[in-house]
């Protein structure tokens, strides 16, 4: 990020003075807010980024990077954006929108300063590079000490000269040199994170580990991946809430199948009920999320003279959309829900149905994945070319859940190995994902056409174009279909069933 400086016993009029008697000019302070705006998972900062939003007199978006790379500025008298598509076309808008696809930016930390700045101009009075002096930030109901000022040195493209003098001046007269903006300033002074969230897996594990521990601290995991993207999803703020809340819920269940004779069965039956509950309360808001985040992929290749004549149709899956998260949020956000979560975190964290002998989870969990696999590899070779879609589908579940277990209890086995082992399995799942997507698709679009028709409310040309989408979805899943065969056969090698046994043979004598 772009340099600063600050001094706990410097004070800002020095500094000024400082900057004045070396040719700058300083223009009168403006009150100002500071809002940190990244995706939930912090995808911006992930990438050396950071955006902000400066409000004052004149608001503006201000994106920095890495120390030494020029700091992108965007006047902006609106809303702040939530999504890529709420910038005007532009390089700024396009690297956001890059990163932060199809994650909403969330604001974050805020904070109020009155900035001055102080600019060094060339002979043509063009601004060369500029400090920005931000004097007495504050955060509400803070009680950090944040320091009573920062100066950012703000480079201009094609002036890297002037900005390293710069750096060097105000780096003699004794100031501090700090990295990052105010903001990052700040934030390290409220002790607040900026890395943002992601919902990883695998936890560290020992192979000796009692199986009961260890399937409590991944079933504890997964539920806190659970509770951390139930707001996001109540709200429908991005559908990335949703997903990672659902592939949550789907991991649990998956442990849980693999529970029995570890974990009380009276707990896991009960809970396992919860849970699939909970995962078929999901599908419809997920299904039809896929369908509109996809839909103009979906139609490029229709070519259509006039794009208008979908325009009706994506209006009905989208208003379907929404009225599957209403109902998902009132289910989601109700007692039922809240007190399962509650129950299931409060029983994880426990001690009941400890056993008086433990049995080690290496070895025990080395047999349930090679079972898992063994299922894959006998559902899928029963597979041939008359088989109903049906078994597709329920090869692409149990391929989930042997990925599930790899992942979710991948602490036990070497990084490099399950990492490559699982991406193999997962070209092996994207197969049999698009399939099924298209699958879904079809029946979707092929009930919404019988819909709209029975209430005349799209035309003909717009039942044609569904026709002809209706062909494009039946083709592509004709086409994984037939890619099956290959796909599949990439997985069941020799190669791939050396790996594997060599990882869980070496789970089994630790």
């Known amino acids: 990020m772009q ?27 403006v009150a100002a807010t500071c809002v940190l705006l990244d995706t939930f998972d912090a995808r911006l900062h992930r990438a050396g980024l950071r955006l902000e939003y400066r409000g004052g007199e004149v608001g503006e978006l201000v994106l920095a990077g890495p120390a030494g790379t020029p700091t992108a500025y965007l006047a902006w008298a609106k809303e702040l954006p939530r999504f890529g598509s709420d910038f005007p076309i532009g390089p700024f808008g396009q690297r956001v929108a890059s990163l932060s696809e199809e994650r909403a930016l969330i604001p974050g930390l805020a904070f109020t300063t009155h900035t001055r700045v102080a600019s060094q101009r060339d002979r043509r009075g063009k601004v060369v590079v500029s400090v920005l002096l931000h ?39 004794g100031l501090v040199p700090t990295n990052g903006t105010v903001a990052d300033v700040v934030a390290r002074a409220m002790g607040s994170s900026l890395e943002g969230h992601t919902s990883v897996p695998t936890i560290a594990l020992d192979a000796q580990q009692d199986a009961l521990s260890a ?31 659902r592939v949550a819920v789907r991991r649990t269940r998956s442990v849980l199948s693999q529970g029995r004779g570890v974990l009380p069965e009276d707990v896991r039956l009960h809970f396992a009920t919860a849970f699939g509950q909970l995962g078929t309360l999901t599908g419809p808001a997920r299904d039809l999320d896929v369908y509109v985040m996809g839909w103009d992929l979906m139609v490029a290749p229709l070519r259509l003279p006039d794009p208008r004549v979908l325009v009706r149709v994506r209006g009905e899956i989208e208003r379907r959309r929404r009225a599957a998260h209403a109902i998902l949020s009132v ?14 975190s409060g029983w994880l964290a426990g001690t009941e149905g400890v056993q008086p002998k433990p049995k080690p989870i290496g070895p025990w969990m080395a047999r349930r994945i090679a079972k898992a696999h063994a299922r894959v ?9 008359a088989s109903p879609p049906e ?43 698009e399939h099924q997507d298209a ?24 039942l044609l174009a569904m026709g002809r989408l209706s062909d494009l979805l039946d083709r592509r899943r004709r086409e994984q279909r037939e890619l099956f065969v290959e796909r599949f056969a990439s997985y069941d090698t020799n190669a791939n069933a050396i790996m594997l046994t060599t990882m869980l043979d070496a789970l089994e004598q630790r």
């Open 377 to 385: 590899v006998a559902h899928g070779r029963a597979i041939t070319p």
């Open 135 to 173: 004097e007495r930030p504050s955060v509400d109901d803070a009680e950090a000490e944040l320091p009573s000022w920062v100066a950012e040195v703000v480079g201009v493209v094609g002036h890297d000269t002037e900005r390293a003098e710069a750096f060097d001046r105000l780096a003699r007269l």
């Open 3 to 29: 340099s600063s400086f600050t001094h706990p016993d410097r004070a800002a009029s020095s500094v000024l003075r400082s900057l004045t008697a070396i040719g700058f000019q300083v223009e009168l302070p």
């Open 331 to 344: 289910e989601l956000g109700g007692e039922a829900c809240r007190q399962t979560l509650e129950d299931w």
């Open 439 to 462: 699958e879904v698709q079809l029946a979707e679009l092929r009930m919404l056409a019988h819909d709209l028709h029975a209430r005349a409310s799209v035309d003909t040309d717009a």
């Open 215 to 245: 399937y409590r601290a991944v079933l504890l995991n997964l539920v806190s991946t659970v509770r951390v993207n139930l707001p996001g999803t109540l709200a429908n703020t991005d559908p990335e809430f949703l997903h990672e809340l």
């Open 391 to 433: 078994a597709l589908h329920d090869l692409r579940k149990d391929a989930k859940k042997l990925r599930y277990l790899l992942e979710c209890f991948g602490g036990l086995l070497p990084r490099k190995g399950r990492k490559a082992f699982v991406g193999q399995l997962k070209v092996l799942q994207d197969n049999l994902g």
